[in-house]
């Protein structure tokens, strides 16, 4: 462990009011307290400023979100404000627009820009397939992990959890080990996982797939797209969208609803089944051959336009993704080192060799694949700023036209297997509708959820892509034909909190914080119990069945984390607001922050109340 | 005379002045009703948030079974009903006549100061001077006020001092138009041709003789500015760019547009949209009026 600095009596003061400043006084600032294996996460390059000084009071904690977000992320901002505040640590709310969120509060290279930052995640499927999209975002190589957590025991278990291809049970007991470190060292602040809520017209469709966390039409789950069937005159699905897509370019996609629109197109080699099970697509079987060899057999079928696809196309696309860093393919991508065609021609069969054992790839990684036709991208100078005229890919639907700004159309393709109803029903199961399905779906730009809402009620579009509030879908769904759809989700509300901050590498601000959040209480309150409350700290949902583990729970007790508090040598000023420790409490206040990880138990602390 | 008397003369003649403007604006019904308006706006804005019952953002209010009140219509515990997630309408509308208060003041002060200036200097020397400002006008008139101003609130934070900021680079271009034009005929005038020839310095004609009689223009298109500037603010608030960490009354209108109630909730909608309405229409009631003393040939006009 390197770079104990920062205790300095020159450097204190960073207080505010809680009188006249002691001279000598220690302080510490924020850093990284170990030597990253990230280039840039060093002691030049530290991205909040904050100072803890001995007896004074606490410095206010930025919050930081995007109310653009959801319709209730400003009400979840002022929920932990509160919890803060109960505990008297001062705060400061910083509400950014949504673009800026991601594209400057996180940055990759040296993780958040302020104590705490929060979101929901998005609803790609791998994160409701395999624990990993989430607990990777405790090993310090993985660029996901923006709040500076750094704890070796976890990155070795990680390794090891990540590396175990054959036995899933050894696996299985890794990844409960680290759910449950994860909620006891407090890693985040977990809440809810909130319900995907929807309104479709279901006088005019039936056959509607309630995904978890995209709901019934959301466009990373193909189920609802192949599975509608007409009840009326109308055999084209008109869906209304408020996000416009930049391009018809699926792997090098600026924009992820462009990518997931385009997932009707485009064939991956697995799917995502409802029940967040892998099932096949364009490949239909495999064959573990050893930890880092597998090979797929592939499917007999044609590219829209006719010609056939072969394992060329496979080898060609994962080939050409990696020679030009396709950013959405990149989780597909990764781990394989080389693709050889064992068989040729129609159907056929392919090898990937990786670089070494990965656990996640037959479970996550096959299903974000999407194969592209060799024959009509090979010519193709610069793929990444390629805009395809017409895509041409194996999906269920073929590209029909495309006005950025405003509609994206595309026609059903008869000859894909998703058209069967046997290989439908036995993905599908109890959401199984037999029929012909749709002849076509559009999507429609329309300008914002005010519009959305009246078009649906007007019936000129038959469903909505964004996730409604629950007073608004109930609010649909008095008109008749319209119904409210409510989904569960795998994707998490959370709380970051940047692990470098002086306030947050002491655990037991960590732990007394967990206890003063009301997740209950926001939940009915704010949701109106539209989500899953999730016990303890824990990333993973109960949904992602074959990994969970139940951590367990904090109790909502404010009065219990200022005991802890108070324990620790805590103490609070005239107004109430927290006083970092001073003297012995002071010395044992460093010891937790230099280990980060360790309760006041285990390093044999006083009780300083 | 004594120095005293001559103060005292000086304000009692400003006295008479005031007592002038005030008539005539109670004269004219729909001004007096504008300026009480305004005075109300001004209490509004600066003790609107003290007289606030309830937090606008933090408290949720809650009915009897101690669930909260969602997009209630107005009762007993909300006179003004509740918003989608349970804030108050009344203690929203109170607080958020602040924010907007200071947009309009700020806005309209700096958009009047500026303005004037230009307008002054440009007025003044004309020729070259004129020429360079002058095509720096009608730049800002030809880029559009809301895009421009979008454009700039997506690469900074909007936060109210940049929103004041904003509207004035984009506003000072109104009254620099009407004091220049003020400013050519004033400075032709024999008062100020003779304050030249005894020897003034260009600083003090300009300041001392000329300013003092377009001022009048300057302060009626300051208090246009108040107004165009509190529009301005809602509509860049009700596009999303507002300053978030305030709840003025665009951004009202921008949380019941998003939460999709602007057609049913019309508690939550009309306190704002009137509010707004109110406080531009008065300045530019009690505007219209002023204009008739500043101005008398309007006055004539009408009494043709």
Redesign the interface.
């Known amino acids: 462990m390197a770079g104990i600095a920062g205790c300095s009596g020159m450097f204190g003061g960073g207080g505010n009011g809680s009188g006249e400043a002691d001279e000598d006084a220690e302080s510490v600032e924020t850093q990284f307290w170990e030597d990253w294996p990230v280039e840039t996460k060093n002691n030049d390059n530290v991205p909040v400023d904050y100072t803890a000084t001995e007896g004074q009071t606490l410095d206010p904690v930025t919050i930081n979100y995007s ?2 977000e959801e ?2 992320m ?2 979840h901002a ?1 929920m932990i ?2 919890s803060l505040m109960e505990l008297g640590i001062p705060t400061e ?1 910083d ?3 949504l673009n ?1 969120l991601y594209d400057e509060y996180w940055p990759a290279d040296t993780g958040h820009i302020v104590p705490i930052s929060m979101n929901t995640h998005g609803p790609d499927p791998q994160r409701g397939l395999d624990p990993n999209a989430f607990l990777l975002r405790m090993h310090p190589e993985d660029s996901g992990n923006y709040m500076n957590y750094y704890d070796e025991e976890v990155r070795d278990l990680i390794d090891e959890e990540s590396a175990e291809v054959e036995d899933q049970d050894a696996r299985r007991e890794t990844v409960h080990e680290l759910q449950e470190i994860m909620s006891e060292d407090v890693f985040c602040y977990s809440i809810n996982f909130p319900d995907v809520i929807q309104a479709a017209n279901t006088a005019n469709w039936s056959g509607y797939v309630p995904t978890p966390g995209n709901g019934t039409n959301r466009d990373s789950f193909i189920w609802t797209h192949v599975n509608l069937q007409p009840q009326g005159d109308d055999t084209t699905w008109v869906k209304g969208v408020t996000t416009e897509m930049n391009g018809l370019n699926l792997p090098w996609s600026a924009g992820g609803e462009a990518a997931k629109r385009m997932t009707v197109i485009y064939d991956g080699l697995y799917d995502a089944s409802p029940q967040l099970e892998v099932v096949p697509a364009l490949a239909t079987d495999h064959e573990i051959v050893d930890d880092t060899t597998i090979e797929m057999d592939l499917r007999e079928t044609t590219w829209h336009d006719g010609e056939d696809f072969t394992p060329e196309d496979v080898k060609f696309s994962v080939e050409l993704f990696q020679e030009y860093d396709a950013p959405d393919m990149a989780v597909f991508t990764d781990p394989i080192d080389s693709v050889e065609v064992v068989e040729e021609g129609l159907g056929g069969r392919v090898r990937f060799n990786l670089d070494g054992p990965d656990a996640s790839f037959m479970t996550q990684r096959v299903v974000m694949s999407a194969i592209i036709p060799k024959h009509k991208w090979e010519d193709v100078d610069d793929p990444a700023n390629h805009n395809p005229e017409e895509p041409v890919g194996t999906g269920p639907f073929q590209f029909a036209s495309w006005d950025q700004g405003s509609r994206m159309e595309v026609e059903k393709f008869e000859d894909h297997w998703m058209w069967d109803e046997d290989e439908r029903e036995e993905i599908l199961g109890e959401y199984f509708e037999p029929g012909e399905g749709v002849d076509g779906i559009v999507w429609s730009n329309v300008g ?3 519009a959305l ?2 078009a649906l009620e007007g019936g000129d579009i038959d469903a909505v892509d964004s996730i ?2 629950n ?2 879908a109930d ?1 649909l769904a008095q008109n008749d034909g319209i119904d409210k759809q409510v989904s569960e989700n795998f994707a998490p509300l959370d709380v970051h909190i940047n692990h470098i901050v002086p306030v947050w590498r002491d655990k037991v601000i960590r732990k007394a914080v967990a206890h003063s959040i009301n997740k209950q209480g926001f939940t009915d ?2 949701l ?1 119990g539209n989500a899953t409350v999730t016990p303890g700290n824990n990333l993973i949902s109960p949904l992602v069945e074959d990994w969970y583990y139940e951590p367990d729970d904090y109790e909502y007790d404010p009065e219990l984390g200022r005991e802890m508090l108070e324990k620790a040598g805590y103490t609070w000023d005239d107004e109430d607001m927290l006083v970092w420790p001073e003297g012995d409490a002071w010395d044992a206040f460093m010891d937790r922050l230099e280990d980060g990880h360790a309760t006041r138990e285990e390093l044999e602390q006083d009780d300083f109340s | 005379m004594s120095v005293e008397s001559l103060s005292t003369e000086r304000v009692s003649e400003l006295g008479g002045k005031a007592k002038n403007v005030l008539g005539v604006i109670v004269k004219d019904r729909w001004a007096a009703a504008g300026l009480v308006v305004i005075v109300l706006f001004v209490t509004l804005g600066i003790l609107g948030p003290a007289l606030a019952p309830h937090d606008p ?2 408290d ?1 209010l809650r009915g009897e079974d101690n ?2 009140l ?2 209630e219509a107005p009762s007993e515990e909300a006179f003004m009903g509740t918003t ?3 804030k108050d309408v009344f203690s929203q509308f109170l607080a958020g006549a602040r924010p907007t208060f200071l947009v309009g003041l700020f806005g309209g002060i700096g958009t009047g100061i500026v303005g004037f200036l230009v307008g002054l200097v440009s007025g003044y020397f004309g020729g070259r001077v004129d020429e360079v400002l002058m095509r720096l006008t009608d730049l800002t008139f030809a880029l559009p006020l809301l895009p421009m101003a979008l454009l700039v609130l ?1 690469f900074v ?1 909007p936060s109210t001092p940049i929103i004041v900021l904003v509207l004035v680079t984009f506003l000072w271009k109104m009254p620099a138009r009407v004091i220049r034009s003020e400013v050519m005929s004033v400075k032709n005038r024999t008062f100020v041709r003779s304050a030249r020839a005894s020897g003034a310095g260009h600083l003090r004609t300009m300041f001392y003789h000329v300013a003092p009689n377009v001022l009048a223009v300057g302060f009626l298109y300051t208090a246009y500015a108040v107004s165009w500037s509190i529009a301005v603010e809602a509509s860049l608030s009700f596009l ?1 760019f507002g300053d ?2 305030t709840t003025s009354w665009g951004t009202m209108l921008q949380e019941v ?8 909730a019309w508690w939550w909608v009309l306190p704002p949209a009137i509010g707004i309405s109110a406080i531009t229409t008065s300045v530019f009631l009690v505007g219209r009026s002023l204009e008739e003393i500043i101005n008398p040939e309007i006055q004539t006009e009408g009494d043709q």
């Open positions: 109310s653009e319709p209730w400003e009400e002022v404000e509160s709310m509400d950014v627009p800026r914002n959820t005010d809402l009246g409604l509030t007073e608004q609010e309150d704010v109106d | 953002i933090r949720t669930q909260p969602r997009t989608a997630f349970g997506t934070q999303g978030p960490t547009f998003e939460s999709g109630d602007m057609r049913d």
